[in-house]
DNA sequence: CTACAACCTGGAGTTAACTCTAAGTCAAGG
DNA sequence: CCTTGACTTAGAGTTAACTCCAGGTTGTAG
């Protein structure tokens, strides 16, 4: 698979694929004899966990730490799974912000709409947002 | 209200605080006469929603234009109520890569802690991550 | 064999969101 | 009054994560 079609695949850019190959947040994709990318089933999964957890709002850091312990060997196991576990909480800890936001979100979105309907605005707890 | 006072409640810098305020996250916040800054009810509930809603990944651009419509009265509420719907959207998307991402972490641990147990690592699908 | 598009690399540039610095002002204790 | 520490501003610097660019190479179509 070429770069190109791992692009419109995933609806990232080439240079961020570049980018991720050459600081680690995948290891080297495989080559053809000119030293094109030539994309193989491996280097895919390497870039579609990428992309899941950089979605997540894992750092780079975390990912290249992770691929430096892969390629180290069995003998990381323990280091991955802690790795793994901490980013399990930073995501969860994320998430339960994102649905606070989003409960704010649906009462003021709530409160505006009714307003348009009885064209009064009310304030319960004296001001906005 | 002291800035400080606001840091420690909301565990953010006062650099922070400051920078909100004058880029327009937040609207000019109440002064004592010597001009130091004293927040108010109003002037907390506007940091507390900048900041909760910045932890959902709402960029500081929305944030502004939402204080500009806010500024602007009671007839941008039309455009307030599609602003916070947009953003509604964009952190329910947000939160679903979430939840995809902590899928593919639980998987990932589940097998670690497996080959932990048993000793073996098996790789159900012919490559890791 | 020649275009020509798609690819390559190393390195510089950009963007968002802070974060820091310098130089000065305010306010409470002695 | 004087010190001392928290506060002020304007503006520069930093960081993460891309994103772009120049100059060169590869590979396919005519």
């Given at each position: 698979m070429t770069i190109k079609e791992v692009c419109e695949k995933y609806d990232i850019t080439a240079d961020?694929?570049?980018?991720?190959?050459?600081?680690?947040v995948i290891?080297?994709?495989t080559r053809t004899a000119g030293g094109i990318r030539d994309y193989q089933d491996e280097d895919i999964a390497w870039v579609e966990n990428a992309i899941c957890?950089?979605?997540a709002g894992m750092p780079v850091e975390m990912l290249i730490e992770y691929v430096k312990l892969f390629q180290?060997?069995?003998s990381t196991i323990d280091a991955r799974t802690n790795l793994l576990k901490e980013a399990r909480e930073t995501i969860l800890e994320a998430r339960k912000k994102y649905d606070?936001?989003?409960?704010?979100?649906?009462?003021?979105i709530g409160r505006y709409e009714l307003a348009q309907k009885t064209g009064v605005l009310t304030w319960d707890d004296g001001e906005d947002k």
């Open positions: 961020t694929l570049r980018y991720y190959e050459r600081v680690g290891p080297a994709v957890f950089r979605d180290a060997g069995d606070i936001a989003l409960e704010k979100l649906d009462y003021k």
